[in-house]
Every structure is written in C-alpha cells, then in structure tokens.
C-alpha cells in the first residue's frame, strides 16, 4: 500500500509569492494534518481535517490556510510568503478514531525554500 | 497546554554501547506519547507509542521507551547502537481524544562512532 504522499518534492518562491502544497493521505485515513518543521527544530503543528471539516489549528497566522477535498487529499496555502517561512512542510494522515489513540503516518515532506 | 523537553540536543555513542534519548512531558490530562526517527531528508517514522495498556513499550528496531507517570518522563533507550540508528529523534505528547495534534520537542541527533 502506498503511503502518504506529498508534491512537489521541493519547491523556491520569492518573498510575497504564494505557494500551494498537496498531500494525499494512505488510502482509508480521513484525516489530514499539516506540520511546519523549520531547520533544527521539532515539527510544530498547522492545521488538521477530518472529513473536509478544520478538526484543529495551530498557532500561525490568517496566511495559512487549507482544505480538504472529497477525496481526503488536502492542500496547504501560505500567502504573501516570509523568508521565516521557509521549512520542511510535513503531512500525516490518520483514521481519526472515535475514542482512540490518532496514530499519524507522515509524509516525506516538502522543502519551500523562501528568497 | 502540553510541552515535551528533550534533554541534549545531541548524543553520542560507541557503536554497541547503550542509547539513551531523554524526554519529559507535561500534560493536563493523561497523554498519549511516542518517539519518532527522522533520517536526512525524510518524513517522520513511528518508533513506538505509550496509550497507557503497559509502562514499559518496544518498538521497532530494538528500541523500546518506559512510562514514568511520577517523573513525567518517556525515555528512549536501545541496549547496542548501530550504526544505521544514526538519525533525528522526536519526542511528541497527544492529548488523543481531545485535542489530537501532536507537540513535539525539539529533538535529539544521535551519532554512532564506529
């Protein structure tokens, strides 16, 4: 089975440019969460969907934004981008059980690299 | 709010000498915790998981983590090193039900001399 996939693989934009990430989650996992890894540091939460309904927010600002399509694939959108905003951006899909432990499966992550 | 700290940024051992990678954890309810490795240029990868079923939980490649509800404390530990364990290691904590995103620490790089 294959597992969570990300696109594109990497990616360089300029300061001010938007940028859109996809990911589509193992099949049967509807739901989807978005981590922002930054160099040295630990991944820290986005967003998280289940069922194309926002399940969760991090900290970040109104430039970030999601959705999640029928499909359970999601994409990312970071406007008018930073130079901080450069990071591994990683995706993880779940069964979202009721009740249970939300095991995240991760992609291998897409490098957005701001100039 | 829920915090992880991991204690050394970087660790080095012998090959075949004991790994230990620190972590502690604060949490308002009963949390849910795992490790995960991350080697260069990759995504995370599950090592194990604590949902409270056992204290002491194995994982994959010979690693395994104990639950200390008094310390607040997960350590990591794998009794002979090798050299592919060479890697990034993330401590994370969930609330589960509740609020289900993960909170990581900053991680521990674990280097492996030959």
């Known amino acids: 089975d294959a597992g969570v996939t990300q696109s594109p693989t990497h990616l360089i934009k300029t300061r001010g440019q938007q940028v859109t990430l996809r990911c589509s989650p193992i099949s049967g996992h509807k739901s989807v969460s978005w981590y922002q890894q930054v160099l040295g540091q630990g991944p820290q939460f986005i967003f998280q969907?289940?069922?194309?309904?926002?399940?969760g927010r991090g900290n970040f600002p109104d430039r970030f934004s999601a959705r999640q399509f029928p499909n359970y694939s999601s994409e990312l959108n970071v406007n008018a981008l930073l130079l901080g905003d450069s990071a591994l951006y990683l995706c993880?899909?779940?069964?979202?059980?009721?009740?249970?432990?939300?095991?995240?499966?991760f992609g291998p992550g897409t490098r957005l690299t701001v100039l | 709010a829920q915090s992880v700290t991991q204690l050394g940024s970087h660790v080095s051992v012998s090959e075949g000498a004991l790994v230990l990678l620190r972590c502690n954890y604060s949490s308002s309810v009963p949390p849910y915790l795992f490790w995960y490795v991350q080697y260069p240029n990759q995504g995370l990868q599950l090592l194990l998981k604590y949902t409270s079923a056992a204290t002491l939980v194995k994982g994959i490649n010979g690693f395994e983590a104990e639950f200390k509800k008094s310390e607040t404390s997960f350590h990591l530990t794998k009794p002979s090193a090798h050299m592919s364990d060479a890697a990034e290691y993330f401590c994370?904590?969930?609330?589960?039900?509740?609020?289900?995103?993960?909170?990581f620490g900053s991680g521990t790089r674990l280097q492996v001399q030959p």
């Open positions: 969907y289940y069922e194309k309904e926002e399940r």
């Open positions: 994370a904590v969930s609330e589960g039900t509740g609020r289900r995103a993960l909170t």
């Open positions: 993880a899909s779940s069964l979202f059980l009721a009740g249970g432990i939300d095991e995240q499966f």
